[in-house]
């Protein structure tokens, strides 16, 4: 029997036997690290001697601050566009800034492909023995463009104004043909002239007549493609000075104008007030106006030039506009489906309806684009451009009268419309709202009617028509626009997971200690 010693106090026993003791004596539990995180946020109760009440108040207060601020960015990065908005800033055309600089000097150079008609039969029309001309598709004569802005002006309130200067490079191993070949073409000189004339008086058309005479100009002209398009010595123009404006050129080009400055002052949104106004053409030649339309609608200018767009409309239901000079409009560009450009960067495709030149009784939109006198909308598939060619009879429409009236295609042997070679298309990249592929595709033609030179019925005779695509992409804008596709979009996804993990994680905590806080600890 193991032996005990009693003292006074009934409550002391001593045991002398090791076992006994160790049953009557109360075990220490092991505690470890994650037990003490437990209890420290109130998951785990023990004693109150144990505890550290300023301890536990601190772990409280640091858990609802993770709480909050969580959930504060939970909501940033879940319902609102503030992490879009820090990388769109950048597009900002603020002084001093990348964006500036590549839009001043753009890292694209663009490459303009030139279509030209070559006429076959027209001693045989003109003659009568065929009832229709023919033409055949010659080209693409491809050329780069090297574009740049000049007399750039940050005017402080959040515009810039600019002029346009082109410089244009022929690239023969890109090309078709031979541009110093000789071909067949409408003498656009000569039947602009013959349009004038038709509002001439007695006298003035017996003048005309005489010059026209000595000139010995025609209907059609034998020339090569380069004097054509970029600029020849025309006899009748030098000798019509008198019934022309006083700044007609001495020469002619049906793309003078686009190789060198341009005459026009433009003045856009630098986006600095307001990224939702960025590239935004605001006035041309200090006007809000173009002077060539009757409704505000169609008069006012605006859009962009195409090269950017304000990134807010990047939302497959908004309709873009692109505002094209040298036809006098804003066209719109509408959502059409998603592609990839650029060797797999992801895209949006926007096309320009076909409804844009379809006469006002089949769209009634339209009708503003006719001119008021005298009153005569142009057939489906052509816009008329005259008021802004000098008074030249010069009308618009998509390559081969695509989308147009079946009496333009017919009149003409050799006209065949397709739509993957004729239709215009911008590839815009979703976040940073500016194309990375795409064609923008537009033909010239000139309108003859009875009574100018041979011809017995009114006709639109195709001229020439453009392709401009994007060409060489420097280096440095493809690795920005890789980086604003995948890094930009791995690092928003990792934020978004990471702030709804941290954000459930904290708000289980915050549960559990609200409701396991509040039990007592049970007494032994």
Known sequence: MPEMIAFNSPETVVVTNENDLRKQRPLKKKTSALNTVFFYLGLEQRSDKDANMWFKILILVALLVLFFSSAI??????????????ILEKLILAPNTTAAEWWVTPPVFPLLKVHVFNYTNTREFLKGEDSKLRVEDLGPFVYKETAQKIDVRHNG????????HRHIEYLPEESHGNPFDEVVVPNVVLLSA?????????????????????AGASAFMRTSTDLFLWGYDDKLLGKLKTFLPKDTPDRFGMLMSRNGTGAENFTIYSGESSLQHLAIIKELDGSTRLHQWHTDECDLVGGTDGSQFPPHLMDRQATLQVFIKSLCRKFPLVYDSEVTALEGIPAWRYKIP????????????????????????????????????????????????????????????GI????????????????????????????????????????????????????????????????????????????QMSLKIGSLAIFALSFVLVVAKCFCGRRKPNKT
Request: aromatic share 12%.
């Open 73 to 86: 960015g939970f909501i940033i990065m879940w319902f609102t566009d503030v992490y879009n908005n820090s």
């Open 157 to 164: 309130d959040g515009t810039i104004a600019y002029r346009e």
């Open 194 to 214: 013959e349009m004038k004339k038709l509002n001439l008086g007695t006298f003035e058309k017996f003048v005309y007549g005489g010059v026209k005479g000595s």
């Open 354 to 413: 076909p409804t844009v030149f379809q006469h006002p009784s089949v769209h009634k939109q339209n009708e503003c684009f006719c001119p008021q006198e005298p009153k005569k909308c142009s057939p489906s598939g052509l816009f008329n451009i005259t008021g802004c060619s000098m008074g030249a009879p010069i009308f618009a429409s998509f390559p081969h009268f695509y989308t147009g009236d079946q009496l333009l295609i017919d009149t003409i042997d």
């Open 416 to 491: 065949e419309p397709v739509q993957e070679k004729h239709e215009t298309f911008a590839d815009i990249h979703p976040r940073l709202a500016f194309p990375i592929g795409g064609a923008s595709r537009f033909q010239i033609n000139i309108r003859v009617q009875p009574g100018m030179e041979m011809f017995k019925q009114e006709l639109y005779l195709p001229v020439i028509w453009l392709e401009v695509v994007p060409g060489e992409i420097s280096d440095e804008l493809r690795t920005m626009i890789y980086h604003s596709t995948y890094s930009a979009n791995a690092i």
